[in-house]
Structure formats: structure tokens, C-alpha cells
């Protein structure tokens, strides 16, 4: 049980850095990832609009997964965003700056599918990296 829900974060992940079909699979249709804008819907629709506005605003995403902790219900994953800032968006002009980002994520897995998300990471140092001068 625990390797299976590792491994639906782990195509989770596959998922909201592809063309996003297929997503209603892998999350429930309550699904809420608390570090989401308010406005975002549940389930499959807020994830398809949460990702659509990143890839937005960043380019060459990839997610580089560096270990995956699961007990119970709950799976934490550890991984770093590697991105391109390329977009309008989040209040910063783009520069074409590369993005490293750490991050933590917690899920709770139901029923063979995401319920809910919960992330860290440092905003600030997001921020700097997209700011930076070229």
C-alpha cells in the first residue's frame, strides 16, 4: 500500500508537467492542495487550471524527485522544481532566468487517489531567482 501511493505522487508529478490528461485518475474529485490560490476549484479542474497558469509563467519544467517518505495515508515527497521564468505572471517581468526550487509536498492519498496537498518552499528565494539581473 505504501509503494503504490508513492507511486501516485510520482505520476502526479508526470502529470501536472505533461498535457495534464488523464489527472482526474490520479486525483480525487474533492481533491483541495492547500497551497493553491483560494479561487482554485477542486479536483481534476483546479489542478488543469493551477498548472496551465504556471506553465504560463514558467518554461522547461522539470521535477527532480529526490526521495519520497510514506506512513499511513499521508506521502511526502522531496523534490526540486528546475524551470526557465518565461512568462507574465506572479507580479515579476520575465527574464528568462533559470529557476532551482526546493520543495516539500504531503499528500493524503484515499481510495487509491490524491484527497489533499499541502507544500513548502521558499517563496523569497523564489522571488530573488526571478528578479535576478541576467
Same mark, same amino acid.
Given at each position: 500500500?505504501?509503494?503504490?501511493?508513492?507511486?501516485?505522487?510520482?505520476?502526479?508529478?508526470?502529470?501536472?508537467? %505533461?498535457?495534464?490528461?488523464?489527472?482526474?485518475?490520479?486525483?480525487?474529485?474533492?481533491?483541495?492542495?492547500?497551497?493553491?490560490?483560494?479561487?482554485?476549484?477542486?479536483?481534476?479542474?483546479?489542478?488543469?487550471?493551477?498548472?496551465?497558469?504556471?506553465?504560463?509563467?514558467?518554461?522547461?519544467?522539470?521535477?527532480?524527485?529526490?526521495?519520497?517518505?510514506?506512513?499511513?495515508?499521508?506521502?511526502?515527497?522531496?523534490?526540486?522544481?528546475?524551470?526557465?521564468?518565461?512568462?507574465?505572471?506572479?507580479?515579476?517581468?520575465?527574464?528568462?532566468?533559470?529557476?532551482?526550487?526546493?520543495?516539500?509536498?504531503?499528500?493524503?492519498?484515499?481510495?487509491?487517489?490524491?484527497?489533499? %496537498?499541502?507544500?513548502?518552499?521558499?517563496?523569497?528565494?523564489?522571488?530573488?531567482?526571478?528578479?535576478?539581473?541576467?
Amino acid at each position: 500500500m505504501l509503494e503504490e501511493n508513492k507511486s501516485i505522487v510520482r505520476r502526479y508529478y508526470e502529470k501536472v508537467l %505533461g498535457d495534464l490528461s488523464g489527472i482526474e485518475d490520479i486525483v480525487a474529485d474533492t481533491f483541495v492542495d492547500h497551497h493553491f490560490p483560494p479561487e482554485i476549484p477542486a479536483g481534476a479542474e483546479g489542478v488543469r487550471k493551477f498548472f496551465t497558469f504556471i506553465g504560463g509563467v514558467f518554461s522547461d519544467m522539470r521535477i527532480e524527485i529526490d526521495f519520497l517518505l510514506a506512513e499511513g495515508d499521508k506521502v511526502d515527497c522531496h523534490f526540486v522544481l528546475h524551470a526557465r521564468h518565461t512568462g507574465e505572471g506572479l507580479g515579476v517581468a520575465p527574464r528568462g532566468n533559470a529557476i532551482r526550487l526546493p520543495a516539500i509536498s504531503t499528500f493524503r492519498v484515499a481510495d487509491g487517489k490524491l484527497a489533499e %496537498g499541502w507544500e513548502i518552499f521558499d517563496s523569497g528565494s523564489l522571488m530573488q531567482q526571478m528578479q535576478a539581473e541576467g
